[in-house]
């Protein structure tokens, strides 16, 4: 599998590179952000199953990389950075990345993270019409394309925001507990993570503008409580 490592400390990108190609990846390096993302066009060669993002990067910060990653594709990306304080962390889920990784690490558990996003499979089955589709009440969730929209409009969400409203979707009325959610949706038991999935939650409630959709079960975490279908009217 080729992967992308974005980091501009030569020394630190020969040493990483070592250690995954070890373990079987193809590692292309790019030493800033735009090198990245000319990597990232549309070529004829194998395309990369996951990304690892540093964010001190000499042209351009990583988060902003990161945002214009997301609008092109949707490979994992991992960020790796020294920057360890929560509001960092969450700043970067928020835009899109599958994981973060703080600088030092241990080289056995990023591997480990590294394969956790490249296995993880895309929501499928639950409530609705199909296999393919879930609706509740006016809101579709289209899970092959990972579209959704309400009443027929399209509501642009982030990985992980879509991530966790199929996840509630499929078993809606069931409570899930926040540990279970950070273990499916962000695959870590990270606790820095809980304050991350109250911030998803709060704006999934906000984008769909449907603040009761997410009804919070205090001291167990989170279900999705099903719009009630509009009555038929009834002819005279």
Same mark, same amino acid.
Request: aromatic share 4%; with cysteine; glycine share 8%.
């Given at each position: 599998?080729? !992967?992308?490592?974005?980091? +501009?400390?030569?020394?630190?990108?020969?040493?990483?590179?070592?250690?995954?190609?070890?373990? &079987?990846?193809?590692?292309?390096?790019?030493?800033?952000?735009? #090198?990245?993302?000319?990597?990232?066009?549309?070529?004829?060669? #194998?395309?990369?199953?996951?990304?690892?993002?540093?964010?001190?990067?000499?042209?351009? +910060?990583?988060?902003?990389?990161?945002?214009?990653?997301?609008?092109?594709?949707?490979?994992? /990306?991992?960020? /790796?950075?020294?920057?360890?304080?929560?509001?960092?962390?969450?700043?970067?889920?928020?835009? $899109?990345?599958?994981?973060?990784?703080?600088?030092?690490?241990?080289?056995? #558990?990023?591997?480990?993270?590294?394969?956790?996003?490249?296995?993880?499979?895309?929501?499928?089955? &639950?409530?609705?019409?199909?296999? =393919?589709?879930?609706?509740?009440?006016?809101?579709?969730?289209?899970?092959?394309?990972?579209?959704?929209?309400?009443?027929? =409009? #399209?509501?642009?969400?982030?990985?992980?925001?879509?991530? !966790?409203?199929?996840?509630?979707?499929?078993?809606? $009325?069931?409570?899930?507990?926040?540990?279970?959610?950070? =273990?499916?949706?962000?695959?870590?038991?990270?606790? &820095?993570?809980?304050?991350?999935?109250?911030?998803?939650? *709060? =704006?999934?409630?906000?984008? !769909?503008?449907?603040?009761?959709?997410?009804?919070?079960?205090?001291?167990?975490?989170?279900?999705?409580? *099903?719009? *009630?279908?509009?009555?038929?009217?009834? &002819?005279?």
């Amino acid at each position: 599998m080729r !992967l992308l490592l974005v980091e +501009d400390d030569d020394h630190v990108a020969a040493a990483l590179s070592a250690i995954l190609a070890k373990h &079987g990846f193809k590692v292309v390096h790019a030493r800033s952000g735009e #090198e990245a993302l000319q990597a990232l066009l549309p070529a004829a060669h #194998e395309p990369f199953g996951v990304i690892l993002l540093d964010l001190g990067l000499p042209d351009q +910060d990583g988060y902003e990389v990161c945002g214009k990653i997301r609008k092109r594709s949707s490979i994992p /990306v991992i960020m /790796v950075t020294a920057r360890a304080d929560v509001r960092s962390r969450i700043h970067g889920l928020n835009l $899109g990345a599958d994981d973060y990784v703080v600088k030092p690490y241990d080289t056995g #558990e990023l591997i480990a993270r590294i394969h956790a996003v490249i296995r993880r499979p895309p929501p499928a089955g &639950g409530a609705g019409r199909g296999d =393919s589709e879930l609706w509740l009440g006016p809101v579709q969730i289209e899970l092959p394309t990972r579209r959704v929209s309400v009443e027929g =409009s #399209e509501v642009q969400l982030t990985r992980k925001e879509f991530d !966790l409203l199929a996840l509630l979707a499929q078993r809606p $009325g069931v409570v899930f507990r926040r540990e279970q959610i950070i =273990s499916e949706v962000w695959r870590t038991s990270w606790e &820095g993570t809980g304050r991350t999935l109250e911030v998803h939650v *709060a =704006s999934l409630r906000s984008k !769909l503008r449907m603040p009761a959709l997410i009804e919070t079960v205090r001291g167990v975490g989170y279900r999705l409580v *099903a719009p *009630a279908a509009p009555a038929t009217p009834q &002819g005279t």
